[in-house]
């Protein structure tokens, strides 16, 4: 098993900036990708950024150049970033900490980020 959890998220105003982290533990051998998804009111879930154990990284079209995903890969814990930049109303969402290990996805507890003045 896998437990995600997360924190950093918050109010901002547009323009801002919130970084959220995500804390992997349990068995995290072999975790491949990483990733954070979000879901607004109303809305299907969507992939924000993605990065696998080698690096490579993934984007949705609407974050691009504005948020950045990374990872640190510790003794018992990996740790997966998000740093959200130039923040607009329209990111307003539950964001959700994702893992996939041997074809399995498991899931954080969501937390809330609020863009708004």
């Known amino acids: 098993q896998v437990q995600l959890v997360e924190s950093g998220g918050g109010l901002v105003q547009p323009g801002g900036s919130l970084r959220l982290s995500c804390a992997a533990s349990?068995?995290?051998?072999?975790?491949?990708?990483m990733g954070w998804y979000r879901q607004a009111p109303g809305k299907e879930r969507e992939l924000v950024a993605v990065?696998?154990?080698?690096?490579?990284?993934?984007?949705a079209d609407s974050v691009k150049g504005r948020f950045t995903v990374s990872r640190d890969n510790l003794r018992n814990l990996i740790y997966l970033h998000l740093q959200m930049n130039s923040l607009k109303p329209e990111d307003t969402a539950v964001y959700y900490c994702?893992?996939?290990?041997?074809?399995?996805?498991?899931w954080g507890q969501g937390t809330q980020v609020t863009v708004s003045s």
């Open positions: 990065i696998t154990s080698g690096g490579t990284t993934n984007y």
């Open positions: 994702n893992a996939v290990r041997f074809a399995l996805n498991y």
């Open positions: 349990g068995t995290i051998l072999s975790i491949n990708a």
